[in-house]
């Protein structure tokens, strides 16, 4: 037989009680008064046989028992209260929130947005940038883009963009390099964000590729994508950078990228939602206007010898 288990409001003003460890404080989140809430957790205590608090002189504090029921009750009502979110939200198709990393955020999906709110006005974008893995349980997010080499659990993902990268630089600065062998006096930019792949996808993985023997070890290192872009664009450098997430500089000039060499990761960003709704109408808008968008930017590939990662290691 199931346990009977005391009524959810004494639960609830126990767990805001020690959350705040204060009747005052739980009482007012509550919209309660302070002796209607000391009234819960008595019978609570007198449903448990036993004391969770001790009643100081201005304060409280857990006994035993309300240090081994706080964090059930904290985890039972977070949980609670997420499913009450998300099922509220499956009725609403009118905000749409998105969770992708800082530099995907900046650099591909912000400069769209306007394009996406004139295809879609019915529908508003949250995003929110993080590389946090999305729990689409607690965090209230529809989409997470996520880039690495494969995703795990009971989810929706689908391949996005083949990640290739080449030189960039400005448009001044490709004045005077005009081979792959001019790197060799270059600064060299070097996006950090992607020196967890394996096999590796840096300057020395492109310069074998490109049958150069040059130095690749010099020049400023940079944890996000978008900064080493940031910085290639005002001519300090030249970046190796991901294709995926220059388009917008590279269509408006602030970047070329005068090689035909690229090497291509194993690793690729993915559309990943709860299995299931990605035939809910605002996510499919957005999907598919996400897979156009990259359709779009496959021009850059034309022409260019891509050379995969896997390829070059020994």
């Known amino acids: 037989m199931k346990e009977r288990l005391p009524p959810l409001t004494a ?7 020690a959350r705040h460890m204060s009747f005052a404080k739980a009482a007012e989140e509550l919209n309660v008064t302070p002796a209607a809430l000391s009234y819960q957790i008595k019978a609570l205590e007198a449903d448990l046989g036993t004391p969770v608090f001790r009643r100081l002189n201005r304060a409280v504090e857990l006994t ?6 706080a964090p059930g009750t904290s985890d039972a009502f977070g949980t609670l209260s997420a499913a009450w979110r998300n099922a509220k939200r499956l009725n609403d198709s009118s905000v749409l929130t998105v969770t992708a990393g800082p530099a995907f955020t900046s650099k591909w999906l912000a400069p769209r947005l306007y394009d996406f709110a004139q295809a879609h006005p019915e529908i508003e974008l949250r995003f929110h940038a993080s590389l946090r893995i999305a729990d689409f349980d607690r965090d209230e997010v529809d989409v997470a883009i996520r880039f690495g080499l494969g995703t795990t659990g ?6 996005l963009i083949q990640e290739w990268m080449t030189p960039m630089m400005s448009p001044e600065l490709a004045r005077d ?3 792959p062998a001019d790197l060799a006096s270059a600064t060299l ?6 020196a967890f792949l394996e096999p590796p996808c840096d300057w020395a993985a492109w310069c074998k590729a490109a049958e150069i023997n040059i130095h690749t070890d010099h020049g400023p290192r940079f944890s996000q994508a978008d900064h080493a872009l940031d910085v290639a664009m005002t001519g300090a450098g030249v970046v190796l950078a991901r294709v995926s997430l220059a388009t917008r500089a590279l269509e408006t000039g602030r970047l070329v ?3 035909d060499l690229g090497i291509v990761a194993d ?3 993915r559309f990943v939602c709860p299995k299931g709704n990605e035939t809910r109408p605002h996510i499919k808008a957005f999907h598919d206007w996400m897979m156009d968008e990259i359709k779009a930017s496959r021009k850059y590939e034309e022409g260019r010898r891509l050379v995969m990662a896997s390829d070059l290691s020994d």
């Open 189 to 194: 930019i070097h996006d950090d964000s992607i």
């Open 177 to 179: 390099i005009t081979a």
């Open 154 to 159: 009971d989810v929706f993902a689908e391949p």
């Open 257 to 259: 990228a005068p090689f």
């Open 267 to 269: 690793a690729q960003f």
């Open 64 to 69: 035993e028992a309300g240090r081994t029921l």
């Open 11 to 17: 639960l609830r003003a126990f767990e805001a009680a």
